[in-house]
């Protein structure tokens, strides 16, 4: 059993990366919380709710034993992806961490949710900072991975 946590800036190519390789998985993503109407909304009020709901859909699926559950969200700090990878060991899952490295200037004009050019080069310096901050402890495997044009 595998919980694989994708990691990007936005316009990685995570959503893209996620569809192509693991059609079969369980899929959550905190986008999910932003859909209104079949459209995704940015609401920073909502931001909350949704990673929670993000959250608690892939503790249900690691309690419900499901064979691979994919979290599609930028993923970009410990702090974001420590209650997973927990969550994860905690129900013997084997925790890999899917990097994907796209250049800002790349990502920026690709991203579909209008994130700021000089957010998504911010998220690119906290990005390439989360290898050094990585708690020796956890067993999570964390690879490098072509994102997809």
């Not at 390789?21 to 932003?34: C, E, I, K, N, R």
């Not at 909350?48 to 608690?56: D, K, L, M, S, T």
């Not at 209008?114 to 990005?127: H, N």
Request: charge should be positive; glycine fraction near 6%; aromatic fraction near 8%.
């Amino acid at each position: 059993m595998e919980l694989i946590l994708l990691r990007g800036i936005s316009g990685s190519g995570k959503t893209t990366y996620r569809d192509k390789h693991f059609p079969d998985a369980v899929l959550a993503s905190a986008d999910d919380g932003m859909m209104e109407n079949g459209i995704y909304v940015f609401r920073g009020s909502n931001l909350e709710h949704a990673h929670g709901a993000c959250f608690r859909r892939v503790v249900e699926s690691l309690q419900s034993r499901r064979p691979v559950v994919v979290v599609d969200n930028t993923n970009i700090t410990v702090e974001a992806v420590a209650p997973y990878v927990t969550a994860g060991e905690a129900y013997g899952y084997k925790v890999r961490l899917l990097c994907l490295k796209v250049a800002p200037e790349i990502a920026g004009p690709r991203n579909t949710h209008k994130v700021p050019q000089v957010k998504v080069e911010e998220m690119a310096k906290t990005f390439d900072a989360f290898l050094k901050n990585l708690p020796r402890r956890w067993k999570a495997r964390v690879e490098l991975v072509p994102a997809d044009p």
